[in-house]
């Protein structure tokens, strides 16, 4: 009775949001929106929203730490710290002269590096004199950067700007803010110019910013920690094993040469998708961004072919000791998002994981009371290429990470051996369409999805299409996919045990431990 009360109030909800989000279907976006690709290859997106005198853009970027360089990693998000360090105008007191000091930055580093990196013979006293020469460039070269560290941002803070940020992550790289609608054309010139000349400034030092950045969220916790080592074991050849911040040697050797060579090979306008959502005009907007974005100049489209990852044949392990709360994570390979069944796996994650009815949570959280959290998710650790399905549990003092994990494949099994009820693929269906309203509800939200979807599929619609195969899945396909994917063999585990202080008396302030699957 309980699930069935909950299904109505799912209904009730979707027929709110349908309700509030009229003109939200394809056809009436499709009025809307304009699709242009420019002469340079840069395809831009209008999409008409006159709700407020205010616009929203995102910048997709279709390069990742996938494409990182072997012994570079980190260079991807190397770069999009950069780009808010202005441009040969903009964060400069004189750029000429920066220009020549930037380049003897290179040249004493580059001469370090080699001293440093010698297998043998290396001269200790050489090696010290070269880096404090390094170390005098780089303040030489700091005297012409203008004295706000952040010029970038300052314009845009200061002409009405808000939510400027980017991101990174293995399929791409992504840059974005809102204006006020009479503020398009700045937008466009500023947007354009870090594209167009952007300049290795202060380089070195937001290296160790990203350096800390990464002893933050990976070396000083354990959960990042195990996410680093679950997803280098569970990626042998691919390079989804390597880490978007970087491995930190490599984040201690790449130069502000390599950043700006990195740049002149993937940030070509054959591989941008630039959006603009908000109260604009397609006629009026699209002459204005074009004028700008077509300074860019063409370059050949990179070589973006990887290493396809064999299929495993064995579960592979990982087990963290550590003095943090224990954590059981496990993941299975499962196809790209061009697979006939991405949206079986967008269902199953649903199944397992959307909200406080989902399976994992009622049965290891509320009724076996073994967990605090659990769910299933898709995606790990990217959607671009062939990536995992994952599950994970906190278990609860008393309780072990073997315990939520056979729990969790309990009910994996129960998966695969019986279809799921009606009321429970209504569900899903219902809740895919109430998503997709939720996500058009913004102009952020929209013009990173229509971006991400150019981009991914050529094809903005694909959006909403998406819906429309989530609706066509059967609890056939369900068992179906289940039985394929969660297989011992395609299954790789991460673990994190407690392990008491050094030092402490045997068991002081354990929690239980469990064994691998």
């Not at 984040?251 to 740049?263: G, H, I, M, R, V």
């Amino acid at each position: 009775m309980k699930s069935r009360v909950i299904f109505l109030q799912t209904v009730f909800i979707c027929f709110v949001l349908c309700s509030i989000a009229l003109g939200q279907d394809l056809a009436s976006f499709e009025k809307r929106t304009t699709v242009k690709k420019l002469a340079n290859g840069l395809t831009v997106i209008i999409c008409e929203r006159p709700e407020a005198p205010v616009f929203s853009f995102f910048t997709h970027v279709d390069v990742g730490s996938v494409q990182d360089p072997m012994d570079k990693t980190g260079l991807a998000h190397m770069f999009e710290h950069m780009a808010f360090k202005g441009t040969d105008t903009i964060g400069t007191r004189d750029y000429p002269d920066e220009k020549v000091a930037l380049a003897n930055v290179e040249t004493a580093y580059a001469a370090y590096i080699a001293e440093r990196d010698k297998p043998v013979d290396r001269d200790e006293k050489r090696l010290k004199e070269l880096e404090q020469n390094w170390k005098d460039t780089i303040a030489a070269a700091d005297k012409f950067s203008a004295p706000y560290n952040n010029e970038f941002g300052k314009i845009v803070e200061s002409e009405g700007g808000e939510g400027m940020n980017a991101f990174t992550d293995y399929d791409e790289t992504a840059y974005h803010y809102s204006f006020p609608v009479n503020r398009l054309e700045l937008w466009a010139y500023l947007e354009s110019e870090r594209f167009l000349h952007p300049v290795m400034r202060q380089f070195y030092k937001e290296r160790n910013v990203v350096i800390e950045e990464r002893r933050m969220r990976v070396d000083s916790n354990p959960v990042g920690r195990l996410l680093e080592q679950f997803t280098e074991e569970a990626f042998a050849a691919h390079p989804y094993h390597r880490p978007t911040i970087g491995w930190i040697s490599d984040l201690n050797s790449f130069s502000a040469t390599d950043a700006q060579n990195f740049f002149n090979t993937y940030y070509v306008p054959s591989n941008m998708v630039v959006t603009v959502v908000g109260d604009v005009k397609a006629s009026e907007a699209m002459p204005i961004v074009e004028k700008y974005f077509s300074r860019i100049p063409s370059r050949p489209k990179p070589d973006t072919a990887t290493t396809v990852e064999p299929s495993q044949n064995s579960e592979r392990t990982v087990v963290l000791h550590e003095q943090s709360q224990p954590l059981y994570l496990e993941g299975y390979h499962r196809p790209d998002y061009r697979d006939p069944d991405d949206q079986v796996y967008d269902a199953i994650a649903d199944l397992m994981s959307n909200g406080r009815t989902s399976r994992l949570y009622r049965a290891l959280v509320r009724d076996k009371q073994i967990a605090s959290d659990s769910a299933g998710f898709t995606g790990l650790p990217g959607t671009k290429y062939p990536q995992l399905f994952a599950f994970y549990a906190f278990p609860i003092p008393g309780h072990t990470t073997q315990e939520v994990g056979n729990a969790i494949h309990a009910e994996i099994d129960r998966l695969k051996k019986e279809d799921i009820s009606d009321e429970e693929l209504k569900m899903i269906k219902t809740r895919a369409k109430a998503n997709l309203i939720r996500s058009l509800g913004s102009n952020e939200g929209l013009a990173s999805d229509l971006s991400m979807y150019q981009a991914r599929y050529d094809d903005w619609r694909e959006l909403f299409r998406s819906v429309d195969r989530i609706e066509k899945v059967t609890k056939a396909d369900i068992r179906r996919v289940a039985n394929k994917t969660f297989t011992p063999d395609n299954r790789t585990v991460g673990i994190i045990e407690f392990a008491p202080p050094p030092g402490g008396p045997p068991g002081a302030g354990a929690m239980p431990q469990g064994g691998g699957q």
